[in-house]
């Protein structure tokens, strides 16, 4: 009930797996020094998304299937089982998106029950689903701390370059200073409470709350921004482009689709830190499109600048 439309809404919700653009990020910005040879990154990064996808049928079949054995420490519905259950906490749209927490306790408590169902305790069983959750958070805050380093980085250089008085920002293109920069940024945004609540000690630490409703939609249009470059790539080398092409557009609509529908209940609700990222997002994304429409033609054929080559270390 008062469930968002399907489309494009599904293609921003499923925001991982065969296509995300956090994990273009990833696998340009990490995976890509990690592999010996060029040839290794169609095995790892298959071989990464078919397990991904593994796991979210896991996560389907914790959160639909698992629950329904029961959930004894929910506050509400801790005495039912089975489809009763399900109905109560999946009634309608309101409660499905309850927030983050009773998401992440979903999936917890639907995997110890199958872990139970197999002789583990109850107590071990959510114990080791806590603890697989705190890994992924902490292998993803490390992967992302990592690459918002280059991403300071890079835009150093590029201020340096065509800002006024670029050679302020010259400190950020060391490794150790755009670190910290990435740390202490990404720490005073988790210090604030999440929207609408008031500061107080019982309150803060719940910043990331304020950006997390723009994840999906986001990450997927940085996916069809990655496709663009992908297109661009095989275009210049004079390649077919049609079956990169039509997930691209695709892409590109969904997200920014998605985003309009999404920046009406913002606006509804006076969120308008998220309304304005969510404009400069879209300003941004139209940028993109325009300046590759206008190079579209002059591109095929024209081959990148190769990089230098690698000093190798002693």
Avoid at 67 to 72: K, V
Avoid at 82 to 91: C, D, K, T
Avoid at 120 to 149: C, Y
Wanted: glycine share 10%.
């Amino acid at each position: 009930l008062n469930a968002p439309p399907v489309w494009p809404v599904l293609f921003v919700t499923i925001a991982c797996g065969a296509i995300s653009g956090f994990h273009c990020l990833v696998s340009s910005g990490t995976s890509s020094k990690q592999l010996q040879c060029e040839t290794d990154a169609q095995f790892v990064g298959y071989g990464s998304m078919l397990m991904e996808g593994f796991l979210a049928v896991l996560v389907i079949l914790a959160v639909s299937a698992g629950i329904g054995i029961g959930w004894a420490d929910h506050p509400k519905f801790g005495t039912l089982v089975g489809a009763e259950l399900w109905n109560n906490i999946y009634h309608d749209w309101a409660s499905a998106d309850a927030g983050l927490a009773t998401k992440i306790g979903a999936f917890v408590v639907g995997s110890a029950n199958f872990l139970e169902a197999i002789g583990v305790s109850h107590r071990m069983a959510l114990a080791i689903m806590g603890v697989l959750v705190a890994s992924f958070a902490g292998t993803t805050l490390d992967t992302a701390t990592r690459l918002q380093r280059y991403v300071v980085q890079e835009l150093s250089r590029a201020l340096q370059q065509h800002a006024p008085g670029g050679a302020v920002f010259r400190p950020l293109e060391n490794m150790h200073v755009a670190t910290l920069f990435a740390v202490v940024t990404a720490f005073m945004l988790a210090l604030f409470p999440k929207p609408g609540d008031a500061w107080s000690w019982a309150t803060i630490g719940k910043g990331g709350m304020i950006l997390w409703p723009m994840f999906g939609a986001t990450n997927q249009l940085l996916g069809g921004l990655a496709f663009l470059v992908i297109t661009f790539w095989l275009w210049r080398r004079g390649k077919p482009i049609w079956f990169v092409a039509i997930p691209t557009v695709f892409m590109l609509i969904m997200p920014a689709w998605a985003l309009l529908i999404q920046m009406r209940g913002w606006y509804e609700k006076e969120s308008y830190l998220l309304l304005f990222i969510a404009i400069v997002t879209l300003a941004l994304e139209a940028w993109m499109l325009v300046e590759a429409f206008l190079m579209f033609p002059r591109a095929k054929g024209v081959l990148e600048e190769a990089l230098p080559p690698l000093k190798a270390r002693a």
